[in-house]
């Protein structure tokens, strides 16, 4: 660890705390019912992303992809998407002249004490990550690294699942917002011998199965309740029987709020008000 930090490679993780309970803690005759703290953890975002892309050639790759990929036809990436291509310059890598990478966050609960699975139990951890899907290092050898590989995943967070549904996803993703917001407004400064300049970080897209979802954006986190999809307001009944889409039951701006006043759950299938909009 030492030598890691000597090198300037060591980003520690902040911890935060999340809220309060009342637990027993000691041991023995000393042991205690008391308040403690929830804590979550977080890997600032500044400092892990600028380490990553001054590597050797992840930067200046991963720009050039960008720009090979406005003017090519055939769609291989997520950049070349309506929903970031209609952000971009024609230039492909920018955004109202500020060069823009975007990434991806990923959110899914995993069991440290069972092998076979996530479970509700007091060993279960929610895991945020990100990832860069237009980041491409191009080797001497011309081959390109993928960007959803294992040691293209950066940790940005951890905490316990049972947390999130004690205190809210407000108190646990709510640092790490913060985060994205900066790295939205204020960008990474490079100084390297391929790269210099200003770059803009942007979350372009929050992934995870089907669970993860519901739970980032603040939906019904069973799907055996009445309205139990986040895409439209189908009722259970109509989910058995219907095959053609209606499009009056998509959820919009429109059904969303009123679903969010409402304050039923069950009834609407909103069970708070996403933070991440």
Partial sequence: MQVF?????????????????????????SR??????????????RPLIKNFFSLKNVLSSTLNYMSRLATQKA???FVQGASWKNRLDPDGISINGKVTIPYILYYDDFET??????SAGVHSLGGIYIWF??????FPSGTFASSSSLDKILVAGVFHSTDRKSFGNEAIFGPIIEDINDLYLNGIDFNLSDYSGRVYFQLALLSGDNLGLHALCGFVESFNCNRC???????????????????SLVRNPDNYFPDL???????????QKSIWS
């Fill in 5 to 29: 930090e000597e090198f300037g490679t060591q980003i520690s993780p902040i911890s935060y705390s999340v809220g309060l309970r009342e637990d027993y803690v000691g041991r023995g005759d």
């Fill in 32 to 45: 205690q019912y008391t308040t403690v703290n929830c804590w979550a953890h977080r890997i600032p975002l």
């Fill in 75 to 77: 769609v291989e990436n």
């Fill in 113 to 118: 004490g069972n092998p076979l699975g996530s």
């Fill in 133 to 138: 899907p237009s980041l491409a290092i191009d």
């Fill in 229 to 247: 999809s986040r895409y439209c307001r189908i009722t259970k009944g109509e989910l058995h029987s219907q095959v053609r889409e209606d499009p």
């Fill in 261 to 271: 006043l409402e304050g039923n759950c069950a009834v609407t299938g909103v069970k």
